[in-house]
């Protein structure tokens, strides 16, 4: 996670991932360097009890754990204060978020807090649509969700001016190495779709124009 708690960033533009149930594990860290060739400070802040990470084999515990404390609600309260913060900083401040941390990522977007919002499965978004997103919204669907129907909720999302939606034939995990429901080639075009939407140019390509 960058930080700079004093003087003026390198950069003008924050990118905050919130993390899944297991919180900040290898997969969040993998987006995180991912987006180290762009234009962006990267924030990974943990808002589960001291910082826990869980295994994936211990999913069961891990989301029971993570219902108890902090559960959706109170996560994205907590990202709502973490990107507020960084506005005296920066001129823009976006948001990843995946499964959990889409969905306080979408909550988020309706506090004004961020600028845009990326929400890749985040599945109770079905529970929160009367959300009114105040920043620009892409919201990615996997297809194969047995707990709801997918287009449905996506034609709902659409209905808003400022929220694209994208399905892909996959299963929820998809862009996360460490599933088995992990799909590289739709996970390749999910992160282009989301370097796109928000905005964020490569430092390469800067200083080679």
Known sequence: MTDHPLGTPPHDTAVVIAHEIYGV?????????????????VFTPSFLPSGAVYPREEESRAY???MRAPGV???SEALT????????RYRRVLCIGFSVG???AWLTSGTGAVDKAVCIYGSRIRDHLDVQPAAPCLVVFA???????????AERLAAHADVATEIYPCSHGFCDPGSPNYS?????????????FLGLSQRNRELSG
């Open 81 to 88: 204060k973490f990107t507020e913060g960084l506005r005296e």
């Open 143 to 153: 297809e194969q969700e047995p707990s709801y129907s997918v287009p449905a909720v």
């Open 102 to 104: 889409a969905t306080s």
């Open 73 to 75: 609600t109170r996560m």
């Open 25 to 41: 594990n290898d997969h969040i860290a993998g987006v995180a360097k991912a987006l180290e060739p762009y234009q962006c400070d």
């Open 184 to 196: 590289a080639e739709h996970s390749h075009q999910a992160w282009n779709s989301t370097t796109r």
């Open 64 to 66: 029971s754990e993570f």
